[in-house]
């Protein structure tokens, strides 16, 4: 009797086509990911492919369309629930073009990412998309575009670079949180980032080099201005990038002459830690301090009271990036842009107006 192992093996593109009653190119387009069919037809095909146990060969793949069916992405922090949420959604947009995508971890570190997108590019992938660590730091990006490899920026702008950014409404995001507290009679907020302290304090919002930060901070200090109140930038503190330095961030702000009353964290997982430090110094929200998060993570809905949040609608934003990718990768014909992504303001229980 013929192994059954063997006989999946030896399905070939012939014997999904007959089974769909396609031709055989047709079959090819579908299985590989390439070309146009209509959705009946590739619906079709994938539903042959799929009863039969088909497994595509890999190397003859890449021999005959010279690409790798593999693409490459880089992200800031795979711990932080905003990425890896942006990765399935990209995983999952890359799965249904039929592409297979390897992921790697910067750590929010330059030279992290300079050698995953250079281990990425060893591997042949057919296109990156990559979240910058620093946007001014774009040698290696510059590199990647004359290499003729697609690419895509996540989360993260830099328009010298002249390729597609698939990023949130951060200013926007900013400037709603912001008015909701001063609109509840809060005067005395700070923003706090995981984004590490490069020394001294914030002069120049321009200065910043994460362009999703630096556009967060300035629709938090634009708010502030706008209501009048003295001093924005001292009201910005990076360095939150861990329990012990977000306690050390959250004591000395609530040790000044004019502590604040509200918060608003950066992302989750500084969040997560402002909630954790306020705590343990037997605050409670929002009697004492208010607080709103960036990202709709599991475990703003489950603490008490449940927190508020910007929905960033993240994994959008990962299909989108995805999407844009493949469109590149098959040379669809598009301009460079910045697709914004729109966030939304979810109100819960960690704002009240200031002591209340």
């Known amino acids: 009797m013929e192994d059954s192992a063997a006989s999946k093996r030896s399905v070939t593109v012939a014997d999904v086509a007959k089974a769909a009653k396609v031709s055989k190119a047709t079959a090819a387009r579908v299985l590989g990911g390439y070309g146009v069919v209509s959705d009946e037809i590739k619906d079709r095909v994938m539903a042959a492919a799929a009863a039969l146990e088909y497994r595509p060969n890999e190397l003859a793949r890449s021999m005959s369309t010279g690409r790798s069916g593999i693409i490459g992405v880089v992200v800031g922090d795979i711990e932080n629930a905003f990425f890896s949420l942006a990765v399935r959604g990209i995983s999952d947009a890359a799965r249904l073009a039929g ?109 910043i080099s994460n362009s999703a930060v630096r556009e967060r ?58 909630f954790r430090s306020l705590q343990s110094l037997g605050l409670s929200i929002p009697r004492d301090v208010s607080m709103i998060s960036f990202l709709d993570a599991d475990w703003t809905s489950v603490t008490v009271p449940p927190i508020t949040v910007i929905d960033q609608h993240v994994y ?41």
């Open 217 to 274: 901070v300035e629709g938090f200090v634009s708010v502030l201005k706008e209501a009048g109140l003295p001093h924005p930038l001292h009201s910005v503190r990076f360095g939150a990038t861990d329990q012990q330095q977000t306690d050390s961030v959250v004591r000395r702000l609530l040790s000044e002459a004019s502590p604040p009353t509200a918060l608003l964290a950066s992302d989750s997982l500084v969040g997560l830690r402002i």
């Open 99 to 207: 592409y297979n995508v390897i992921i790697a971890n910067s750590g929010e570190k330059l030279d992290a990412e300079k050698s995953a997108v250079d281990l990425l590019i060893g591997k042949r992938v057919d296109g990156l998309i990559v979240t910058p660590a620093r946007c001014d730091g774009m040698g290696h990006l510059q590199d990647v575009r004359r290499a003729g490899v697609p690419l895509v920026l996540f989360d993260r702008s830099i328009p010298e670079l002249g390729v597609d950014a698939v990023t949130g409404d951060d200013r926007d995001a900013a400037i709603t949180a912001t008015r909701y507290m001063v609109d509840q009679g809060h005067r005395h907020l700070a923003y706090v980032s995981a984004m590490d302290d490069e020394g001294g304090g914030l002069i120049d919002t321009g200065r």
């Open 316 to 356: 959008d934003m990962g299909k989108l990036a995805g999407e844009r990718l493949v469109a590149r990768i098959e040379r669809t014909p598009l301009a460079a842009e910045r697709l914004r992504v729109g966030t939304s303001l979810v109100v819960r229980g960690s704002v009240a107006a200031p002591g209340g």
